[in-house]
């Protein structure tokens, strides 16, 4: 069974071609037939060595990939979600060692499995699990009721894409940042408000919402820089494991998507909301399998808009 794997880290040369042992569904899982996994950031630390530390008690090939889209072919006895052999479905992967979404065969857990949005493809599909989950895990931690108001940084991407259409479907205002060439980008996914992205963005905010925003979520990573766009006692959500120092009452969450893998329910939402036209699910570009490495050095090269996929 091939795989996009690596045996030792670095750049993006290091991915390969490598040939797994077939795996089989046991209780309470599924396998799928893998046709469409999608790219992520957090790949391509699982590929340079940023995390290898999460790995280094495991024998390579580490095979990275959060997000896949495929056909169940196999579903073992306990499974209660009422999938079955034949379905379209997506999941999102928490990758260890040589499990991870760029293969062509994986066996999940049936709770982490879900149908794809109607009408989406599978290529699609890939783009909404782990970043779908993501943002509606820092809505989550972010506690905001409809009326407060978010700030959104990183909006174009994809992360940020679903903070904001999720946000919005929530009942918040939301004011997100945005380069001058992806000002309508983040407007047509339905921020109130955009200010120009850059390391200033927090006074940017605050030239909106003097007294500070009530939550805000870190797409772009700017940690402390965007502090000072919260309110006194507001909330703010990283995504890198930023957590703040202790000031003005602002309450700090870290967004780890890992902690909503098996979610059946919330993952089955965002189906639906992606089915209603409330979530956009964005491909930028498609790549075979075999050209992991190029759609690695697309990611890094950074502007990409939407995900880039690989198609197994």
Not at 117 to 138: D, I
């Amino acid at each position: 069974m091939r795989a996009v794997g690596l045996r030792v880290h670095g750049g993006p040369e290091v991915l390969e071609i490598v040939d797994l042992p077939e795996v089989h569904a046991g209780p309470g899982q599924v396998r799928l037939r893998v046709h469409a996994a999608a790219v992520n950031p957090t790949d391509l630390m699982a590929r340079n060595g940023s995390r290898a530390a999460q790995q280094q008690a495991d024998p390579p090939p580490y095979v990275p990939g959060m997000d896949a889209a495929g056909i169940v072919d196999e579903v073992g006895p306990g499974v209660t979600t009422g999938v079955k052999v034949g379905d379209t479905v997506m999941a999102m992967v928490v990758p260890n060692a040589s499990h991870g979404a760029y293969r062509e065969q994986i066996v999940l857990n049936a709770r982490s499995v879900a149908p794809i949005p109607a009408g989406a493809t599978l290529v699609e599909a890939a783009t909404l699990p782990m970043n779908g989950l993501t943002a509606r895990l820092s809505l989550d931690l972010l506690e905001l009721a409809p009326g407060q108001s978010l700030a959104v940084t990183g909006a174009a991407g994809a992360y940020g894409g679903y903070m904001i259409q999720l946000a919005k479907a929530d009942g918040l205002t939301v004011i997100a940042d945005a380069s001058d060439a992806d000002r309508d980008l983040v407007k047509q996914l339905g921020a109130d408000i955009v200010v120009p992205r850059g390391d200033d963005v927090a006074a940017r905010i605050r030239e909106h919402f003097p007294d500070g925003v009530d939550g805000l979520a870190d797409g772009a990573v700017l940690n402390a820089l965007a502090v000072p766009a919260v309110r006194d006692g507001g909330a703010f959500t990283a995504v890198r494991g930023y957590k703040g120092a202790p000031e003005r009452g602002i309450r700090f969450t870290t967004t780890f998507v890992r902690s909503y893998d098996g979610e059946f329910e919330k993952l089955d939402r965002l189906r639906e909301q992606a089915e209603a036209g409330i979530l956009t699910l964005r491909v930028a570009q498609t790549y075979p399998a075999a050209q992991a490495a190029e759609a690695h050095r697309r990611l890094e090269a950074g502007g990409t808009r939407g995900r880039l996929v690989l198609e197994f």
